[in-house]
């Protein structure tokens, strides 16, 4: 199988996922000097249109995991729009230092039954968007390194291959598990799939930021205040507004970012597969 274009494509609400792909596809396009496009698939009309690949095409493609599968309101359109047509594919998702559970094991699934055929996947813990007490800074430059050298695991594997198509990757999990059940400090299970983003009046200069760059395009852009729309937690408001006006005070979401900050501080290793 002679390859000829390598390309990224990843929902990445506030930036952690942009990075691990596209280290991985660019240490790829070196590995095997192939050209490589970037594609983001995080805001609405990103994620519009369908994207269809071709057997001389490696894609790699890569998600967040939201409690423990891929995000539920993006998940369908991953399974809508992406088509594979005989492509390789390669895995990726990102978890915000507590786990990965079954994210994995749901892309993989979602990409073989779209056309793909997964060569390669892997888990890697980033920065968790709720909070900075967890995975602060990664990826960092030792996880680029290890991002880098499975960069070249898989061109040797790629450079091997001789089925075709090639049996799909194994991977821990259940793409059919039930979503985590978020706890909070208590250890009781909360909900707070109502909470909506508030907005500091005295600090909020209406720029728009947050409603450009939101995944779901629940904002209202004229009045940046107000959240018409379904809201996923997904932080990207927070963390792209300049001036820090955007901020989430529901007690039960702050409840389960405390358990969080609690409980899963201890640094989560990079998971690859082959």
């Not at 506030?14 to 596209?22: I, P, Y």
């Not at 079954?102 to 993989?108: I, M, Y």
């Not at 194994?170 to 039930?178: K, Y």
């Not at 508030?198 to 779901?216: E, F, I, Q, S, Y």
Request: aromatic letters at 8%; hydrophobic letters at 40%.
């Amino acid at each position: 199988m002679e390859l000829r274009q390598i390309t990224a494509v990843y929902y990445s609400a506030t930036g952690v996922t942009d990075k691990v792909v596209r280290t991985l596809a660019e240490a790829l396009a070196i590995e095997l000097s192939l050209p490589l496009t970037c594609r983001s698939f995080t805001k609405p009309g990103e994620r519009a249109e369908a994207m269809r690949f071709g057997e001389e095409e490696l894609v790699i493609v890569g998600s967040p995991t939201y409690a423990g599968r891929m995000p539920n309101k993006i998940a369908p359109d991953f399974q809508a729009r992406l088509q594979g047509k005989g492509a390789l594919a390669v895995a990726a998702v990102t978890f915000g230092n507590r786990a990965y559970d079954n994210s994995l094991a749901e892309l993989c699934a979602m990409l073989e039954a779209n056309g793909f055929h997964t060569v390669a996947a892997g888990a890697f813990p980033g920065r968790h968007a709720f909070t900075d007490a967890l995975g602060e800074g990664r990826p960092d430059w030792d996880d680029k390194r290890t991002i880098q050298q499975f960069a070249k695991q898989i061109a040797g594997k790629l450079r091997k291959l001789e089925a075709n198509p090639p049996p799909p990757v194994q991977v821990p999990g259940d793409p059919e598990a039930p979503y985590y059940i978020p706890k909070g400090l208590d250890g009781e299970p909360v909900k707070f799939l109502k909470a909506k983003p508030r907005t500091d009046l005295g600090k909020c200069c209406n720029c728009g930021v947050c409603a450009r760059t939101c995944p779901m395009g629940a904002i209202h852009p004229a009045n940046v205040a107000e959240v018409p729309g379904t809201c996923i937690k997904c932080q990207s408001c927070v963390r792209k507004c300049t001036h820090h006006a955007k901020y989430f005070d529901d007690p039960a979401f702050l409840s389960h970012v405390a358990m969080l900050e609690k409980n899963f501080r201890e640094p989560k290793e990079i998971e690859t597969f082959l």
